[in-house]
Each structure stands twice: as C-alpha cells, then as structure tokens.
C-alpha cells in the first residue's frame, strides 16, 4: 500500500514538473522582427555604417563598440545587410577620409565600399548610471542609383529639431545633398516609452523564466546601448518606409 501510495505521489511529482516546464515554454515568444521596406528580387540591400562620433561630452563612451552594435542591429533587419565595420575604417583610409564630414564624402565612401546606404551619425548623450541614457543622432545616405535613387530625398525638418547641430556640417544645399532619412533620440531609462520598448525588445531575446528580465538591461549600458542601437535603426527603417511610400504616390502608377 505504501508503495502504491508512494508511486502515485512520484507520478504526480512528474506531471507537476511536465506541466511547468510546458508552462515554461509556453510564454516564449518570437522577437520583435524589424523589415526593412526595399525590393530584394535582386538581393538583399547593405548599409556601411561609419565610426561614431562622440558629442555627448562624457569621455566613457566606447564609440567603435556602439558603431559595432548598429552593425549588429542592420543585420537584424529583413531584407538588409551590413559590412564589418572595420571595412568600413579601411575604405576611409584608403580614401583618406578622417571623418565623414560632408554629403559628398558619404556618397564617395559609400561607392568605394559598394554598399547602398551609408549610417552616419553621432553619440549625444551618455549616462551609465541607474537609470541609463543613450543619445544617437543617425543619417542614412544613399549611394547614387540605390535605396530609390532621387525618390524623395527630402528630410522632414521636424526631424531634425532633437539635434540641430548634428547634421549642420552636412551639405543642404540641394535636396540630393541631403540624407534619405534621419532619426535622432535620446533614450532615458526612466522614460515610460523607453520601458515600454525596452519590454517589447527584451521579449523572445531572454530567457523568459529570468526574473530579471528587463532590468538586466537598465543595470548593464552594454545590453542598453544595444537596444538603442536597435531603436535606432528601427525608426530609420520606418523612416524609409515612410519615404517610399510618399515617393510611390507622388509618381503615381
């Protein structure tokens, strides 16, 4: 009888467990899948993305690190790729570009490199104590005949009201001086949004039964700063969303 009675509390020892772990597995998700909005009948579209500068006045900031990090986040897209970015630091010294200071040195290095898009921008912001903040301030410059071409070349100026000054050293002269697209935010881990977001990003890329979950994030900058990168790169996608739809109804059929 004691047997019996003990075999039966180790089968429901059993189907306690199994039911957990189902449960366990049931609340995985897939992650947050970014598409980017180009034709790839012909390929997938790449990106080079330049060595950031650092304008956030903290000398802490491990600008390679952060650029390496939009590399990763490109990759992450649907429909798009990026190089390494030290092909990107051996295309500029051979061009003898220090920095890229101006729209025609984008353009240049973007067809030495032979990527469509080219990812300019700075760091603007930099705090890595509790909460964290991360600034970037990004430019996405076309090379000639790729992303649409002249297809709405236009930057919405409400874009560039974050930072004005970032792009101030870029030609505006003419519209095809300008970048397709720009996204500028700074990104405070005590903003509600941020949290949020931060929410949406974390789910399918951690472990769902870590407690931490989220708060991992907002207590390691390197986990943050890559989520920034990703936000970053995301509202850039949608900004070329944006632009070839309104170049699409602009040209009409």
Known sequence: ????????????GLVTATV??????????????LIGPYDTTSGEVLWGVVPL???SGSSLVDTLQMSDQLVSAVEQVRGL?????????????????????????????ASEMGVDGLLVGSVTAWDPYDPPTVGLSLALYARRGALG???????????????????GKYD?????????????????????QVLMDLDQYVAGRSDPTNVLGTHRYL???????????WRLVGELVQQEWMRLSRASIETGP
């Open 53 to 55: 500068r650092n304008e």
């Open 149 to 167: 071409d002249d297809a709405a070349r236009e930057v919405d100026p409400r874009q560039l009201i974050f930072q004005p000054t970032d792009f």
């Open 219 to 229: 207590a390691n900058m390197e986990l943050f700063t890559e989520f920034a990168a």
């Open 20 to 33: 957990a772990c189902q449960s366990r597995r049931a609340r995985r998700v897939p992650p947050q899948v």
């Open 172 to 192: 505006a002269s003419t519209s095809a001086d300008r970048p397709a697209s720009v996204a500028s935010q700074v990104l405070e881990g005590k903003n509600h």
């Open 1 to 12: 009888m004691f047997r019996s009675v003990g075999c039966a509390v180790l089968v429901a």
């Open 81 to 109: 790729r990026a190089v390494p970015l030290n092909r990107t630091i051996e295309a500029m010294r051979s061009l003898g570009l220090r920095e890229v200071s101006s729209a025609s040195d984008a353009r240049q290095l």
